[in-house]
């Protein structure tokens, strides 16, 4: 059983940077962050293959948001710079046995109870 808390949420002008936290009590083979809009499917936005490192990004968060592991703080982070207000929405914490950036519903994941991104003027 893999358990996942966030922390970091809140609200920001565009432009601005927020940088959240997954605190985990074990790993899986990918594990990383997911973003749901209201209204819309949950969609993998940054994830990192926690035996090589190896990192994958959705095309909406290349160049601004950067996803990192701390393995003997059991973290993985997300930095948010130059927020958009499309970035707005839920960010959940995920751990799945699939390769990242592959992600299927059928693969085995955990969830954490995600945190709050709001991005307005």
């Known amino acids: 059983q893999v358990q996942l808390v966030e922390s970091g949420g809140g609200s920001v002008q565009p432009g601005g940077s927020l940088r959240l936290s997954c605190r985990y009590t074990?790993?899986?083979?990918?594990m990383g962050w997911f973003h749901q809009a209201a209204g819309m499917e949950r969609e993998e936005v940054a994830t990192i293959n926690t035996g090589g490192g190896s990192t994958y990004y959705a095309s909406s968060a290349w160049g601004r948001f950067t996803i990192s592991q701390d393995k003997a703080k059991n973290t993985v982070d997300l930095q948010l710079n130059n927020l958009k207000a499309e970035d707005t929405g839920m960010y959940y914490c995920?751990?799945?046995?699939?390769?990242?950036?592959?992600?299927?519903?059928?693969?085995?994941?955990?969830w954490g109870q995600g945190t709050q991104v709001t991005v307005s003027l």
């Open positions: 074990s790993s899986m083979k990918c």
């Open positions: 995920a751990a799945y046995s699939g390769s990242c950036g592959r992600w299927k519903s059928r693969d085995s994941t955990y």
